[in-house]
């Protein structure tokens, strides 16, 4: 190869380079939106409670703003609901403090909040449940496991 294409191959190839790290190190990190959807039951409580009441709760976490959001859906509970939160680090069947209060008690009430990186990895870890008091079940009525979806 004459002098002059094996610099402008050299040329090339470094423009190339050089390129490819500006993009690499200028390209955003794209937020990623996690969903769950969970049915909240009496069987899940520990122990199980027998009721009539169920429930859900739809949410999603932003891993960009850090941003959980959810609306809580009950009927046929037992009493008034005085208290609703997400508890963890807890698996299935085991029982932990509560860490994320709703302020919204009423069904069909949405809320967001910031939570701390330690409590997004318990999402992410599916560490947290969901749980609805009520006054004839101070420990909880209704429970569900949150997961969030593939």
Do not use: C
Not at 139 to 149: A, C, N, P
């Amino acid at each position: 190869m004459p002098a002059n294409q094996e610099d402008l191959a050299m040329i090339k190839a470094t423009a190339l380079l050089a390129a490819s790290v500006v993009l690499a190190f200028s390209a955003p990190a794209f937020a990623e939106k996690m969903e769950f959807d969970v049915d909240l039951t009496g069987a899940q409580q520990v122990p199980p409670v027998e009721t009539q009441g169920k429930g859900e709760i739809e949410g999603s976490y932003d891993t960009e703003t850090h941003m959980l959001s959810w609306e809580l859906e009950y009927e046929d509970l037992s009493s008034d609901v005085t208290a609703a939160h997400f508890h963890g680090p807890a698996a299935e069947g085991e029982t932990a403090p509560p860490i994320i209060p709703a302020k919204e008690l009423a069904s069909g009430s949405e809320e967001s909040v910031e939570i701390t990186a330690e409590q997004a990895q318990m999402l992410m870890d599916g560490m947290l449940y969901f749980n609805v008091h009520t006054t004839n079940h101070k420990g909880g009525e209704i429970r569900g496991q949150v997961e969030l979806d593939d």
